[in-house]
Every structure is written in C-alpha cells, then in structure tokens.
C-alpha cells in the first residue's frame, strides 16, 4: 500500500483558506497569507466567531416559533429601538412564570401539613428563594449605559445574548416542571425538595451572569 500516496491525496483534498485582505488562496495550515503577509491565525479566529454567530442569528430565524410561542411580540434586540421593550418583555414573561410557580408551592405547602409536616419549613425556605430569583431579574439593572444603549452594538454579541435569554426561559421552565412534580411525588418531598432548591441557586447565579454581560460590554 502506497502510504505517502495515501497523504498526498489526503493533503490535496484539505481546502484552502482565502485570505479575507487580498483574496490569496492559501493551504489550510498557513499561519500567514503567501500573497500579502496577513496574518492567517486572526483570520481564521475571526471567521470560526463569524461563523458561530452566523449560526445562531440562523437558529433564531428557524426557531423563531419558540418566541412566538413563550414571548408573543418578543423581536430580540437587533434594532436598538426595541432592546429595552424587548428585555422588558422577557422579564415579565419570567417573572409572571415564577409567580406560577410560586403558587404552586403555596399548593404543595398546604397539602403538605397533613400528609408531609416534616419539610413545611424547607417548602417555605424555597419559597423565599424563588422569590428572591423573581425580584432579582424583575429589578436587575436594564444597562442602558451599555449595551442596550449602545449605537455601536454589534451582532455577534446580540445573537449570543438572544441565545442565553433562551437558556434562562428553559431554566424558569425546568424549574417550574420540577415543582409541579414535586406536588404530584409529595411523598419524595425531601429529596426533590433539596434539589429544587439547588436548582434555585444554580439559577440564580446564571442569570447574573447576564446583568454582568451587559454591564461589562464595551462597544469597540
């Protein structure tokens, strides 16, 4: 068996990358443009950050029925007229499913003092803790001094911001799952109860991550 005609055919078939400054064709491994001495490794940073982007303002467009869906009227923030009614909207729809959620815990309690006495005051710590998530991303900072206020904001960092938003509406959703499987498992109340209550505090410590994303964005 030939083996370097095997690599040869194997290195021939490998595309070339297109120099994005002078059109150049250049091998895949080349760390600067043979045509004009650009750097090929920032290139090829920009467009692997590009192309991730690209991907998810496409996800956006074929999912666009999960918005339509959980958020009727949320439009993202690609128009800068928009961001602060867009994130106005998304708090509202967390905190009014939070407030559900809530409910249902005053439900389970209630059942509770009969038939599970021993975790009333753990459902009440939850309770507390839920509430302290819903007043968080009610009052968190909208960041108008940043992105939402930017004229400079680019894209890519509104896709990715679009595309956490998503997480944070799936997390509100498992959470509420998790508490209305609690009210109909009463019976594994301590356990469930202690990984609900985990699941608060892992949440909560998400979507702050949020707030310090657009406070700490700094258009270039």
Known sequence: MDMFGFWKKKEKDVP??????????????????????AN???????????????GITEDFKDKGGFWAKIIPGYHGYKKKEIRREADKLLRDHLVNRLAEAKKNINSIMEEAVESQP???SKLEDMLTELDTFSKKIQHADYGFAGMFGSDKVKEPELDKLIEFDRSVV???????????????NLEEGPALVKEIRS??????????KRDDYIKGWKAN
């Open 16 to 37: 070339g990358v297109k120099c994005a400054k002078c059109g150049s064709e250049n091998p895949a491994e080349a760390k600067f443009c043979l045509g004009c001495g």
């Open 40 to 54: 090929m490794e920032e290139q090829k940073s920009m467009k692997a950050k590009t192309d991730e982007a690209t």
């Open 118 to 120: 021993d975790i009333l």
């Open 170 to 184: 799936e997390v509100v959703e498992s959470l509420r799952d998790s508490i209305q499987k609690l009210g109909e």
């Open 199 to 208: 699941n608060i505090k892992d949440a909560i410590a998400f979507y702050a």
